[in-house]
């Protein structure tokens, strides 16, 4: 079992920068891949960013460039640094882990066992 609790969002103007934590129980947190997705009032949740075990990194396009995903296994913490904000980055931002075994595929929200409570990131313009 692991339990991922969010930090870091808030308030911000378009063109701020944010930065979330995603801390996880547990000792396997190094076993892990973990993910950050996010949802928008009235849409569905979506994939933002995700690093594997051993630190790979991908970024939905409309994120690239602006937000940056990393990880401390010492710490058991992933983060999103999130950097020239937009209006249309406000929402709920979730972190997940996915557990190891199988094909990871990083933006299939399926595979992600274990979910924060999630963080609200809003934007103004």
């Known amino acids: 079992q692991v339990q991922l609790v969010e930090s870091g969002g808030g308030l911000v103007q378009a063109g701020g920068s944010l930065s979330l934590s995603c801390a996880a129980s547990?000792?396997?947190?190094?076993?892990?891949?973990m993910g950050w997705f996010r949802q928008a009032p009235g849409k569905e949740r979506e994939p933002v960013a995700a690093?594997?075990?051993?630190?790979?990194?991908f970024y939905v396009d409309s994120v690239k460039g602006r937000f940056t995903i990393s990880r401390d296994n010492a710490k058991s913490t992933v983060y999103l640094q999130m950097n020239s904000l937009k209006s249309e980055d406000t929402a709920v931002y979730y972190c997940?882990?996915?557990?190891?075994?199988?094909?990871?595929?990083?933006?299939?929200?399926?595979?992600?066992?274990?979910w924060g409570q999630g963080t609200q990131v809003t934007v103004s313009s």
């Open positions: 547990g000792r396997t947190f190094s076993s892990y891949h």
């Open positions: 997940a882990a996915d557990p190891p075994g199988g094909t990871y595929v990083p933006f299939r929200q399926s595979g992600y066992r274990y």
């Open positions: 690093i594997t075990r051993s630190a790979g990194t």
